[in-house]
């Protein structure tokens, strides 16, 4: 049922060996390949196969649910709906991802919305992995976007990774936090070549005593571009920190924009941005290790996007 | 075994507005000529910006030399990069440690020793003396304290086991019981391994340990003896009386 190619790209961008334990929906070319469901966590197809509905019932622990996409068909531009209701007090990590294996010249792309409403005091763990890889040249395009609500107390960690071979990524994601919530976001690019990524953040602090932080890292090699859009904003008594940093290698072009709007006389928010070429005294130090000036680069770049 | 001939080290000087002599050339190391001696241990001094860290990153590779030769172990290494030095058995603690991002003190203490058993990183922790195992898993990034990246940086250039150490004020932000561990370990090494040192301090606690004190000032060495004989020089230079002002910006004259 899983092909070579399959196997790759799951294990790139979900860390699979074959089929995962626990709850699983796998889709490829646009269509549903398998899935199994638990007891705890149910997951329904929306008409058209337009997408999936994950629940997760009230107080499921130690849960996870994979739910890769494979694509590997030329010209096929698979848009994806995917809703995830997570019951209260729950804890459970939720692996998405998509892997874009590309043999002819026609483009191939991937459109996905996932919608998160996370319960009062429930926990998950987010993690999306994006790659492409192949011989053809043909366009690989990645759009995801996330929407999360966070319910009084919900605690919501997402790790936002694309790997390598994305000719164009468009990425939103957007959440609103209830009270005493808490949302941790850290997002890697690499790109390269002439490769194109935008992210734009929106992130809203509705709840009093709401926490987010927000972390990006590039790294933009060659000729490739990369922008990052970042906004918190302060409706209650709040904390809020975005931490971005690029780094510059060749040609790379950056353009970083955080916002910080505070609506609310006891709102607390911070950023941090910089952009530049690899530190000479990181460089500098790892050589003095040994290390050739290649291999300081990519052990430094390799650091910043764990 | 390690020779420096004639070494100097000029940049461009900035505009008068700024203190320079309007676009000369300013020689931070002025001609050095020394030749280390194999398993000797030395303590390099004097004032501020007198080129201390600069005479280091000459013999590291890190900023080529304007003129002269460096030697060692016979061989001319002076058009050798970082790499081809550290490799050769040069090793160099900075004066200010790089901090990285998502990089552990493990992480450095592999690269520089070339292993990433945890028996090994566990006997060069020992070795180096640190006690708490779970040092070992810090991000040796801008949350650590001055005093932590600095024995960092030390167990990094000892993890190399280099023919040659060069410490660069290695005792900055080290607490006051620490410091006299260090000076052992430093001594513990040169007589264990044989490793020829060099210690950049201010601190009279390794200027006592060294077999050779050595007093740089103005990129020149000016004395070369016993801590004794320094003494009464270092007690000048204290009251900056040793050396006429003749920059604005000289470090010195504003003690
Ligand atoms: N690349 C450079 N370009 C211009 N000036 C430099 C350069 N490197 C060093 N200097 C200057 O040379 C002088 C000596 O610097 P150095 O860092 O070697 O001093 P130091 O003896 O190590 O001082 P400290 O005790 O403060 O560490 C200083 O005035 C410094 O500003
Ligand atoms: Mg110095």
Redesign the interface.
Known sequence: MLDAFDKELLKTVADLEGLPKGAYNIRKNGRLLAREVSANIRIESLDDNRGIVVTIKPGTVNESVHIPVILSQAGLNDVVYNRFIIGEKSDVTIIAGCGIHCGGPDPEGHEGLHEFEVGRKAKVRYVEKHYATGPGRGKRSLNPSTRMVLAEGAHAEMELTQIGGVDEANRSNEAVLGPGSVLLVTERVMTEGSQRAVSRNSLVLEGNDSRANLVSRSVIKDDSVQDFFATLEARARCFGHIECDAILIGNGRNETIPSLKAFHPEAELTHEASIGKIANDQLMKLMSLGLSYEEAVNRIIQGFLR | MLELKNIVFSVEDGPQENGGNGGGIRRIIDGIDYAFRKGKFYAITGPNGSGKTTLAKLI?G?NPVTEGSILFGGKNITGY???DR??AGI??S?Q????????TFR??LS??S?TEEEMQLLALLRRVGICSLSFLDKPVDSKLSGGEIKKIELA?TIA?NPKVAIYDEPDTGIDLWTIGPMVNLLKREQAEHGTTTLVVSHNRAFLEVADVVLIINGGRFVYEGDLKGALPLLSDMSICNYKACVRIDDVGCFR
């Not at chain 2, 200010?96 to 990089?103: D, V």
Request: proline share 4%.
């Open positions: 590291m890190i990069s970082i790499t550290a490799k090793s160099y900075f200010q440690p790089a901090r990285f991002k998502g990089i992480d450095l690269i520089a070339g990094t190399r």
